[in-house]
């Protein structure tokens, strides 16, 4: 997919939990997991508008567009 969510780095750079961020935002562990991991197929602006919020972030911190190119050369490493 030629969306890539670095949700793992703003994590890391916050020193926050998953867990954590899901109390905040009021959404499922599960829900946030499948975001976190790239296999959402979409997100509401209303949840990314409140990871946003609880991040400090923006959310092209959070969404990168890769073009079909550079991911193929990514699947292949």
């Known amino acids: 997919m030629p969306i890539r969510v670095t949700l793992d780095r703003i ?3 916050r020193r926050m939990s998953l867990t954590e961020l899901c ?3 009021g959404i499922t562990l599960a ?3 499948i975001l ?3 296999k959402a197929k979409a997100v509401r ?4 508008e409140a990871l946003c919020r ?4 923006q959310p092209g911190d959070l969404l990168h567009y890769i073009d079909e190119e550079e991911a193929k050369k990514d699947a292949a490493e």
């Open 45 to 48: 602006f209303t949840t990314l």
């Open 31 to 33: 829900n946030l997991s």
């Open 11 to 13: 994590l890391l750079e």
């Open 54 to 57: 609880e991040l400090g972030c």
């Open 36 to 38: 976190k991991t790239g």
């Open 23 to 25: 109390d905040r935002v």
